[in-house]
């Protein structure tokens, strides 16, 4: 079981948070594409041979690809991989770029799940954001997502917004859950550094994120979300019964992927490479034959500190027998002096063979998880 994400590295505009990589400019659009298509080529053994159960178009802005790109790279990876029968296959997209039919082309082409870049359903955050959209194409946006015929709809939204009033973001929720969405993913601003924002920070022109209404607006998030029957299984994301993100699980997991375009990543269980963040560089260093990224072997300590990370920050937790099995006796004496420490603390809570962050503790399992890293 493996999956496969494409990054599509440009945006329209620049929003004031992101520092995922990405160009405004798209003047070379179809050589890179072209790229890309040689980099699936030069990486067609990365996974052994695996079936692919997922498939995922992330950005940067995959909607602005027309649909015959994206159908392009998806019937190369076809012709070149041992794709399920029923892969799930999502692309991310932006409000201002969903109109009808070419949801419906998509559609055609076995785009079968949307994540909606919507971050709010207000004028003023979205211009804070410096988004494209408005509040009215938010909402739009997910009615034609449905009427394009998607029924596997996810939505991100961003709290923590330096000002934010609980009620603005009660009403956020009240929006979401009242449309017809199976998924979403609710982020709390981060400050990350080079972007917009951190410049406006560093003026003094734009506040911090605020991490305390940050941490009720997390309280409120997960109190609405039970109770509409959405399961909250990563700190970030919800899903209705049988809508979990196949794609996401699946690096939560530690499944192989294997990442194409500029900035992707790619793991195999041994190693992790990276790369280059830099469209005319990937260009060129393909054009030679060449996999423009950095390569990783991860030692023992790396592969136990990235189950950590990725288990204790979803609802089933870190397993004491994997932990056991695969990390060995010092590891795992390491772990359960740790974890026993945290359950004294009330931070963690055991479950069967699991260990798993209780639910007053997520918001902080940034710290947690930190905590609990084997440094040697
Ligand atoms: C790869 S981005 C999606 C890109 C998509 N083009 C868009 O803008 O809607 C995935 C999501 O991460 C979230 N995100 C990105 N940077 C963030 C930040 N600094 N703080 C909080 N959420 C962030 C946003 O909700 C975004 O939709």
């Known amino acids: 079981m493996a999956g496969i994400y494409i990054h599509i590295p440009w945006c329209r505009n620049v929003c004031i948070y992101c520092d995922f990589h990405f160009s405004v400019s798209m003047r070379n659009k179809a050589e890179l594409l072209e790229s890309m298509i040689s980099e699936i080529d030069l990486q067609k053994e990365y996974l052994g041979g695996e079936k692919i159960e997922t498939i995922y178009f992330g950005g940067g802005t995959p909607s602005v690809l027309s649909a015959d790109e994206t159908g392009r790279i998806l019937e190369h990876i076809y012709r070149l991989f041992d794709v399920s029968g029923e892969p799930e296959i999502t692309l991310e997209a932006n409000p201002d770029d969903m109109a009808v039919d070419y949801l419906q082309d998509l559609r055609k082409r076995g785009i079968n799940r949307l994540s909606i870049g919507i971050q709010s359903f207000f004028d003023d955050d979205l211009k804070w954001m410096n988004r494209r959209h408005d509040a009215g194409q938010s909402i739009k946006s997910i009615e034609a997502a449905k009427r394009a015929g998607y029924d596997n709809i996810s939505i991100d939204l961003i709290y923590g917004i330096p000002g934010m ?51 009720l607006q997390f309280e409120l998030l997960t109190e609405m979300a039970a109770k509409m029957g959405f399961s909250h299984y990563e700190i970030s994301n919800f899903f209705l019964p049988g809508f979990i993100s196949r794609h996401n699980t699946s690096y939560w997991k530690q499944e192989p992927y294997l990442g194409i375009g500029p900035s992707a990543n790619s793991y195999n269980k041994i190693s992790r490479q990276w790369n280059v963040r830099n469209n005319s560089l990937y260009i060129k260093e393909i054009s030679k034959g060449i996999i423009p990224s950095t390569y990783e072997m991860l030692s023992a300590d790396d592969l136990y500190n990235e189950y950590i990370l990725t288990s204790l920050r979803t609802a089933w937790g870190a397993d004491e027998n994997i932990i056991k099995e695969n990390f060995g006796a010092g590891k795992y004496d390491h772990f359960i002096k740790q974890a026993e420490a945290l359950i004294q603390k009330g931070k963690l809570e055991k479950n069967g063979n699991s260990f798993i962050i209780r639910p007053s503790w997520k918001f902080f399992a940034d710290g947690i998880i930190s905590d609990m890293f084997f440094t040697g």
């Open 165 to 215: 009033e609980i009620s603005k973001w009660y009403k956020n929720l009240e929006m979401a859950f009242s449309s017809d969405i199976q998924h979403f993913s609710a982020y709390h601003l981060t400050l990350e550094n080079k972007t917009v924002y951190a410049h406006k920070v560093k003026k003094g022109m734009l506040q911090e994120p605020d991490e305390k209404s940050g941490s």
